[in-house]
């Protein structure tokens, strides 16, 4: 079992950064690749970024490459999600997920409870 925590979402105007935290619990969390998934109004939940066991392969989706990073923090059992220069599309509900196989589809085993992001024109 994994349990995990989002924080560090908000308010920010388009342009602005924001830094996304998740922390994980549990001794096993270099066995899980962890992603961040989001969810807009009215909208399906979408991958933005995956990060593998050790942190050396990572994913993107195409809307956030260039803006957005994904680290993680394997002895702090944390992953963070730097974004900069938000969008108003950015706004969403950002989840953090984990899952023993690297995949960038939605089947991931364990999910948080998801931390809003709002962007503002």
């Known amino acids: 079992q994994v349990q995990l925590v989002e924080s560090g979402g908000g308010l920010v105007q388009a342009g602005g950064s924001l830094r996304l935290s998740c922390a994980a619990s549990?001794?096993?969390?270099?066995?899980?690749?962890m992603g961040w998934f989001r969810q807009a109004p009215g909208k399906e939940r979408e991958i933005v970024a995956a990060?593998?066991?050790?942190?050396?392969?990572?994913y993107y989706a195409d809307s956030v490459k260039g803006r957005f990073t994904i680290s993680r923090n394997n002895a702090k059992n944390t992953v963070t999600l730097q974004m900069n220069s938000l969008k108003p599309e950015d706004t969403a509900v950002y989840y953090c997920?984990?899952?023993?196989?690297?995949?960038?589809?939605?089947?991931?085993?364990?999910w948080g409870h998801g931390t809003q992001v709002t962007v503002s024109s």
């Open positions: 997920a984990a899952d023993q196989d690297y995949t960038t589809k939605l089947e991931y085993d364990y």
């Open positions: 990060i593998s066991w050790s942190g050396g392969r990572t």
């Open positions: 549990g001794r096993t969390f270099s066995s899980y690749v």
